[in-house]
């Protein structure tokens, strides 16, 4: 809240310039399953999400604990550009030969992201990247 002094102050000198800064904090969603943790960043500033992916050690190894986390993740960022009614850019990007070879796999994680030709941003030995948008969808019934 601006004093009365202060607001005096402003109005003596108009030549001050003051500015206004929106501090947008990042969001990290973690979602697990087996050894798996797939980390989930979103900026709701940009409406735009990242996703990492862990190998939890130690942990029990899982049998489509990939795929999983995966699908949670592309399910929550639909949830999020509904509740913004913004649409949300997602960019999936690794070198991993493992990861590469997986999510280009129809039975794997080529059925979770349904990647269509102009989605493909990149696709060679070395890396694959990808991006996909979640539109949102119309709801009488929005929750956050």
């Known amino acids: 809240m601006i004093s009365e002094r202060t607001a005096e102050s402003i109005l003596q000198h108009p030549t001050d310039r003051w500015e206004a800064r929106l501090t947008v904090v990042p969001i990290t969603i973690t979602i697990e399953s ?3 943790l797939l980390e989930l960043n979103i900026d709701s500033f940009d409406c735009q999400a990242r996703t990492n ?7 029990e190894k899982l049998e489509g604990s990939t795929r999983r986390v995966y699908k949670r993740a592309l399910e929550v960022m639909q949830e999020i550009a509904n ?5 949300l850019k997602y960019e999936f990007s ?12 129809p039975g794997k ?6 990647w269509g030709n102009e ?15 979640f539109l949102p969808e ?3 019934k929005q929750t956050v």
Request: hydrophobic fraction near 35%.
């Open 34 to 36: 087996g050894d798996k």
């Open 53 to 59: 992916i862990h190998k939890i050690n130690g942990a």
């Open 83 to 87: 509740a913004l009614q913004e649409p």
């Open 94 to 105: 690794t070198a991993n030969a493992e990861l590469m070879a997986w999510v280009k796999d």
């Open 109 to 114: 994680g080529g059925s979770v992201f349904n």
């Open 119 to 133: 989605d493909i941003i990149e696709d060679s030995d070395k890396r694959f990247h990808a991006k996909k948008e």
């Open 138 to 140: 119309k709801s009488s």
